[in-house]
Structures are given as structure tokens and as C-alpha cells.
């Protein structure tokens, strides 16, 4: 059973620039949310998406987007590009209703490099 | 905000009992709590999660004060393997609305 799949697992883009990331979510997922892990610090939510709807948000500027496929499979879009968006962005799945066996499952990450 | 507070770090001998407290002491009543562990900056792996009742499965067991403002995740037999920062989350929120809020962590050293 395949669990939480990321890609690229790393990336180097150029201030200013625009990025997708992608995350295919474990099978029988239904919630994706993308966490934002900068170096020697635990992860910062940035928001979730549930029936390819954003439910939820954290305290990040516009330029983060998503989006979620009718898969479940789901895209986070960062544009104007800044050095400190330099980090390790996970995307972990959940089941969204109220029955929550085993929590949420984190896939590897994509780690993003902005130079 | 993280709604944990943690040791930065922590030793343990191998083959010992790990025990890593938490500090959640702003937690709701409907708030979960959840350990995770990171190891080399892959992705944080579930360990253990529980509401008010004490927990245990495969990896370990968790341990939640009956006023619920902290509590401990013991690794039985901690091994090399263990090796990792562990996290402490509160789950705020609810069915697909709910998200983790993470702290920063304790780095749990097992040694030989």
C-alpha cells in the first residue's frame, strides 16, 4: 500500500520565480495538507484541502497556493519567489471525516532551495 | 503558536526506557494529542496519539495526566533505530478541518 508520494524531492529555483509542488496522498485519503519545515525548526501548517476545497489556512501570505484534484492528489503553488521560502514543504494526508485511525501520514518532502 | 512545550534534547542508553515529557497545559477538552518522530529531515512518522486515556501500541506508549496539561511518551526499549527528534503535537480542530500544530521538538539521543 503506497503511502504519501512527493515530487520533486529536491529543487533550486531563482528569487522572483514560481514553483508546483505536487503530493499524491495514501490510498483511501480524502485530506491533504501541506506543512512548511524550515531548517532546525518543526513544521508550520499552511493549510489543508478537502473535497478540493481549502478548509483551512495558516498564517501564510497569498503567494501560497493549492489546489486539490478530484483524486484527492493536490499542488501547492508558491509565486514571487524569496530566499526564506527556502525549506523542506511536506504534504501529509489524512481520512477527513471524524474517524481517524493511525492520524495523519507524512510523505518525505520536497526540499526547495531559492538562490 | 505551538501549544507544546518540550526538552530540547534528551540522552537514553540503549535498550533503556525513553521517557520525553510535553507540556500542553493551554489544551481544550477536544484537543488531541499526537508523537511524531523525524529522523534526517525525512518525513515525521506517527507514533502514538490518545485524548484522555493512556495509550500503547506496537512503539510505545503514551501517558496523559488526568488534567491533561501534559504528558510523556515512553519508548520501552529505546535502540539506536530510535534515534530522532520527537514531537509533541496538539490537534486543534476536528475532522477535515483539523490540523497540527507542532512545537520544536525534542532530539532524543540513544546511545550504546
Known amino acids: 500500500d503506497a503511502g504519501v508520494t512527493q515530487s520533486p524531492t529536491h529543487l533550486i529555483k531563482t528569487r522572483g520565480q514560481q514553483v508546483t509542488l505536487r503530493c499524491s496522498p495514501k490510498?483511501?485519503?480524502?485530506?491533504v495538507s501541506w506543512y512548511q519545515q524550515a531548517l532546525g525548526q518543526g513544521p508550520q501548517f499552511i493549510f489543508q484541502?478537502?473535497?478540493?476545497?481549502?478548509?483551512q489556512r495558516g498564517n501564510f501570505p497569498d503567494r501560497f497556493s493549492g489546489h486539490q484534484f478530484p483524486n484527492y492528489s493536490s499542488e501547492l503553488n508558491v509565486n514571487a519567489l524569496l530566499l526564506g521560502d527556502s525549506a523542506l514543504y511536506l504534504c501529509a494526508s489524512s481520512l477527513g471525516a471524524l474517524y481517524i485511525p493511525y492520524g495523519y501520514t507524512f510523505g518525505s518532502g520536497t526540499r526547495l532551495t531559492v538562490v | 503558536d505551538a501549544k507544546t512545550t518540550q526538552p530540547p534534547s534528551m540522552d537514553c542508553a540503549e535498550g533503556r526506557a525513553a521517557n520525553l515529557p510535553c507540556n500542553h497545559s493551554t489544551i481544550s477538552g477536544n484537543e488531541y494529542v499526537y508523537w511524531y518522530r523525524q529522523i534526517h529531515s525525512q518525513g515525521p512518522q506517527y507514533i502514538i496519539h490518545g485524548l484522555k486515556n493512556n495509550e500503547t501500541n506496537e512503539m510505545a506508549s503514551l501517558i496523559i495526566t488526568e488534567d491533561r496539561k501534559s504528558s510523556t511518551l515512553i519508548l520501552p526499549h529505546a535502540t539506536l533505530r530510535d534515534t530522532a527528534v520527537y514531537y509533541c503535537?496538539?490537534?486543534?480542530?476536528?475532522?477535515?478541518?483539523?490540523?497540527?500544530?507542532f512545537g520544536q521538538g525534542t532530539t532524543l539521543q540513544v546511545k550504546p
Open positions: 503535537i496538539v490537534r486543534v480542530g476536528s475532522g477535515n478541518t483539523g490540523k497540527l500544530i
Open positions: 490510498s483511501g485519503h480524502d485530506t
Open positions: 484541502y478537502y473535497e478540493e476545497e481549502e478548509r
